[in-house]
């Protein structure tokens, strides 16, 4: 397929002066939202005990580990401010993202041990299931910096039951490797409780010489025998017992290397844990890039500065989405499926670090006269239409064929609506589309540049309706609603603003609570509460977008459960006619 891929035809054209100039003010509130971000983020990483009261105390903090642990270049943070239940200590306590290790891309996870050493706190518990899911769709190990004192008993009954709990992980270890994805775990500190099952869940355990994982802790061994209540001789003995157990914790080193193996090696320094996982990392089943390569990785032949100028922050003005594309893949080249049909969708196939990747994206501005065509309105960018539709079903079932991932760019307001829309079968298409997607059974992530709302998010590759989406991306200029807010005001209020007009009521009373919807809608769609919630995985600076996507198209061709011979591909036959 060499004549197919090595040279794919180029597209885009270098900015213009005047064009930078004129998005000068676009991109100043651009990055200015990144610089927002950036402080949350580094907030994040600064919760906590000082990191230098840790290292007096002879550990790293979790920062550190993953600092000697990963390749350097290539760490991608996920859920940096994820933080759905509002902790005061701003964090859900673990750390993680993607990155290499010893070469090979692994999920990454890690407790943060200068918060409340490492405890389960609410909020943790769905970011752990993120990163399981994350691991099993890309089908690459799982690496756990386990550092977890257990529970933060005050805010149990936030996190410790009901079936998203903190005990999901446990069984979804098993499912990791049940699918044969291993997990692996350098283990530091206390981990009685909570922390004891999240030390012995993973395949390899490889502990520090002060670590310890047990079924319960000092504190929880010393109270055991519940009394009914508490008095002075009682709190005597207490005081004992737990004295005895801080000398010799439950679940020591001696005894879960010497008497039960639990724990494959021990480490007398910290870098000699994480030494031992990047060995075991070698040791995983991982092809060369090389074997799934279709041509030699390449920059973009335009600059991804230009971004910044290309997305508009004005969600009202249009773009190319053509444009912005060319900065972010290999060489600016690419293969157009259909182009002249479906005109508001792109899609096509590129390539990212050498290796073929589907990409489907919203086209913006005026549509060509005559579309959509049935109906006598004109077509409007970012909305979807009945070839759309139709083009992306298509699109990604040949994809599925040949087993190329698929990059979703969305920047969409939702599906055309009215009885024309649903007599040219616009509901039964974007469930048409949900079902092409569910049976591809290939690795998806989700950009959401601008705009995702109404059903259009769940079915250009959201992750709500989409079992196969790995990971989805914000950038600075997303915003994600069923609506948009006035749209919303409009659908909740008009019926009453007939009823008090009909009834002789003043109406700025509604104008008022109109205003209030619409602003409630606007905090609640910004790039950091999307984060924060966990609408998005991350915000993503612009320029540091593709290194996303090479991180993805890297860790899904690094191990695949199933392969399509390049030769036997038919996806870039179709394109070509």
Known sequence: MRPYFEKMPGFGKPLKDNRKARSKESRAKLEAVEAEIAVARKAKENVGIPAAKINERGSWTVWQ????LVDPGTWQPLHSIFNPEDNEEGTTNVVDGLGKISGRWAVIIGFDN???????????????????????????????????????????????????????????????????????????????????????????????????????????????????????????????????????????????????????????????????????????????????????????????????????????????????????????????????????????????????????????????????????????????????????????????????????FQDTSGIDVGDIAEKAELLGLGSTLIYSIQQTDVPMMLVVLRKGSAAAHYIMGGPTANRHNAFTLGTAATEIYVMHGETAAVATMARRAVKDKDSGKPLEPIAEKMNEIAKKYYDTSRPAYCARHGFVDEIVDLKALRGYLKAFAGAVYQNPTSTCPRHQMLLPRIIKG
């Open 65 to 68: 580990r993953l600092e000697y």
């Open 114 to 408: 200068k918060v409340l050493a490492g405890a389960w706190i609410p909020g943790q518990a769905d970011n752990v299931l993120r990163v399981t899911n994350l691991a099993k769709r890309l089908n690459i190990p799982l690496v756990w910096l386990v550092n977890c004192s257990g529970v933060k008993l005050p805010d149990q009954e936030k996190f410790y039951a009901d079936r998203r709990g903190s005990g999901t992980p446990f069984f979804r270890h098993a499912e990791l490797e049940q699918a044969g994805i291993p997990v692996l775990a350098g283990i530091y500190g206390t981990n009685p409780a909570g922390g004891g099952y999240q030390a012995i869940t993973p395949t390899i355990l490889i502990a520090h010489k002060d670590s310890n994982m047990a079924v319960g802790g000092a504190g929880i061994v010393s109270g055991m025998s519940p009394r009914g209540g508490f008095d002075v001789e009682g709190l005597e003995q207490l005081i004992s017992v737990t004295r005895d157990f801080k000398e010799r914790p439950p679940g020591r080193v001696d005894v879960h290397y010497n008497e039960t193996g639990f724990f494959t090696r021990v480490c007398d320094e910290e870098k000699g844990v994480l030494d031992g996982l990047k060995e075991y990392m070698r040791a995983i089943p991982a092809y060369d890039p090389m074997f799934f390569r279709v041509a030699e990785p390449a920059e973009p032949a335009l600059a991804p500065d230009d971004l910044y100028h290309l997305l508009p922050f004005n969600q009202k003005e249009t773009y190319s989405f053509d444009e912005i594309l060319a900065r972010l893949v290999d060489g600016s080249e690419h293969m157009e499926f259909r182009p002249d049909y479906g005109p508001e969708i792109y899609a096509g196939l590129v390539k990212i670090d050498g290796m073929a990747v589907g990409v489907i994206g919203n086209r913006q501005g005026v549509l060509p006269k005559g579309y959509p065509e049935y109906a006598d309105y004109p077509g409007i960018g970012g909305k979807l239409y009945r070839q759309g539709l139709i083009k992306m079903s298509e699109f990604v079932t040949h994809c599925s064929r040949d087993r190329v991932p698929v990059v979703w």
